[in-house]
């Protein structure tokens, strides 16, 4: 198996000088040199094609015994030196200190079609980051992320993305639910693929320790790769550096809420340097509409990553950033500016988005936007559906039609009657009449509905079905929601099916509404 290998990071950066895997503090250290647990009995269960071929591995090879020993770490690719990244980070709003890679192992890097790439397996074992936890994963949870990796890429969100899901043949020993029942799972691997994993944790890391030589390593050095249209120097340089970051991770999760997305776990130390998506533990996805609703068990209190606080988590967590760069600024009001520049665009993108989810190109109020936030929650509605079948609507549909339109979307469509239903069909009244304002036909409306308006998401109870199902060694539904995901926009008719609404088993079910951290 021939691989463009090409690596910087454990070259261009301070590389920690104790060698032995034992758990500790990392100081003057940007990694730790680490070598995969080798799996008793490794076995591929999918491989994302496309990730392949961006690496330039063939198909022929992701079926040889070569790949799957690189994918499960069962071999060092000759001439690598794999490692764990030191960092640290901000959890549930509290100072942590250092985490670092506890269970994910950098490979190398891949520079193939001018592209960079490095590969980590997530799973495979302790590092000196892994504190008072194995280093593993089970099959359930790289499940979750192995398709959601690839179904966010394919909607369109930045995302780092999934090469291959592998089971290790161990036993890993986890408590679900955190209520002492604790039970032997089937351990595996996911093999990540980003251009860099770096994090802000990994900046903070270095800022907290009033390291501020790597500090500037770092900042270089993810400047040099990662963003080379940065062409300014000394502090400017920098400022622009956190301008680049505040403004794609805007971007980022603008495009969460678009999809209906909830990352779950939106610590500093998840979130990436890229503004792509990283770490999929316990997110989830908006089925019935409820801004309040946090995937994750841990969460469940405080609720400080629930949907409509994403935008203002990403924020919050972008201070810290800035808190972490400011020595190499040293410049509150430059820092400051870029930092309002994050209010600024989400007020212009945000309602923009809201607009283009429903179709309409002027004409658009926050009476209106408001009104349907407010119906789509106390209806219990399907996000999905909803504005995907709002986009059938015609311009000579009665009120009452329009509204039939999208009644499926309801969970319980007995509920909407007397003044709630009155308020539907005032709200496609003025709908309707936004929409024959436009100059645009139905037919197109609803083609640039659709670009936006996924069809098809992974919803909560479809991952579960895929996990339940591999669990009994039937990998067929990993592969078809693999498949049907690659197109998320498109009617596919042979996976109508799909395109339906939460099954009531779902509704409280552990997997599907509720997450823990624990995988
Ligand atoms: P997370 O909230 O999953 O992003 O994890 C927070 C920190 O805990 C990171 O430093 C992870 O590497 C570490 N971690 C999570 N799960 C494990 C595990 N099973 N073994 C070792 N470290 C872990
Ligand atoms: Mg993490």
Redesign the pocket.
């Known amino acids: 198996m021939k691989l463009y290998l090409d690596d910087t990071f454990n070259k261009k950066l301070p590389a920690d000088l104790n060698t032995s895997n034992t758990r500790r503090q990392v100081f003057d250290a940007a990694f730790s040199f680490v070598s995969p647990r080798i799996p008793s009995c490794p076995k591929l269960i999918h491989v994302a094609d496309e990730v392949a071929q961006l690496l330039g591995i063939t198909d022929s090879v992701t079926k040889s015994s070569d790949f799957l020993n690189l994918v499960s770490g069962a071999t060092i690719y000759p001439n690598t030196k794999p490692y764990a990244m030191a960092y640290a980070g901000h959890q549930f709003g509290n100072w942590a200190g250092q985490?670092?890679?506890?269970?994910?192992i950098n490979l190398f890097e891949i520079l193939y079609n001018n592209k960079r790439w490095s590969l980590q397996l997530k799973g495979a074992g302790e590092t000196p980051?892994?504190?008072t936890?194995?280093?593993?994963a089970v099959l359930r949870s790289s499940i979750r992320e192995h398709l959601c990796s690839e179904a966010m890429y394919y909607l369109g969100v930045p995302t780092t993305r999934s090469l291959a899901l592998v089971t290790s043949g161990d036993k890993v020993l986890r408590d679900v639910l955190y209520n002492g029942n604790a039970a032997y799972e089937e351990g595996a691997i996911v093999c990540r693929v980003a251009p860099t994993f770096i994090r802000f944790g990994n900046f903070q890391l270095f800022a907290a320790r009033k390291d501020i030589k790597n500090l500037q390593l770092l900042a270089d050095y993810t400047i040099h790769y990662f963003y080379p249209e940065i062409t300014t120097s000394g502090k400017d340089k920098y400022v622009q550096f956190y301008q680049e970051i505040i403004q794609r991770t805007l971007k980022m999760v603008l495009h969460w809420q678009c999809v209906g997305f909830v990352h779950g776990?939106m610590?500093t130390?998840?979130m990436s340097i890229l503004g792509v998506t990283i770490?999929y533990?316990p997110y989830g996805w908006l089925e019935d509409y409820d801004p309040d609703w946090t995937p994750n068990t841990t969460d469940a209190e405080g609720k400080r990553y629930r949907f409509r606080n994403q935008p203002d988590i990403a924020l919050w967590n972008l201070v810290q950033l800035g808190n972490a760069l400011y020595p190499l600024i040293e410049d509150i009001h430059a820092m400051e500016e870029v930092l309002n520049g994050y209010s600024k665009t989400f007020d212009l993108e945000f309602p923009k988005m809201m607009q283009q989810k429903v179709g309409l190109t002027s004409n658009y109020d926050a009476n209106f936007q408001d009104e349907l936030t407010t119906l789509l929650t106390i209806s219990e509605t399907d996000m999905t559906i909803f504005y995907r079948n709002l986009a059938n609507i015609l311009k000579n549909d009665s009120s009452e039609e329009a509204l039939a339109k999208v009644e499926v979307a309801f969970y319980q469509p007995e509920n909407i009657i007397n003044d709630l239903k009155a308020r539907w069909v005032n709200w496609m009244k003025s709908y309707l009449e936004k929409i024959k304002a436009e100059n645009f036909s139905d037919e197109e409306r609803k083609q640039d509905m659709n670009l936006v308006n996924p069809k098809y998401v992974l919803r909560n109870y479809m991952a579960q079905m895929a996990i339940e199902a591999a669990e009994k060694e039937d990998f067929s539904v990993i592969n078809e929601l693999y498949v049907l995901l690659k197109n998320p926009y498109n009617e596919q008719l042979e996976h109508e099916k799909w395109f339906a609404k939460r099954p009531e088993w779902a509704r409280n079910k552990v997997g599907c509404s509720m997450l823990s951290?624990s995988s």
């Open positions: 985490l670092g890679d506890g269970r994910a980051y892994s504190r936890a194995d280093g593993l776990v610590n130390d998840n770490d533990g951290c």
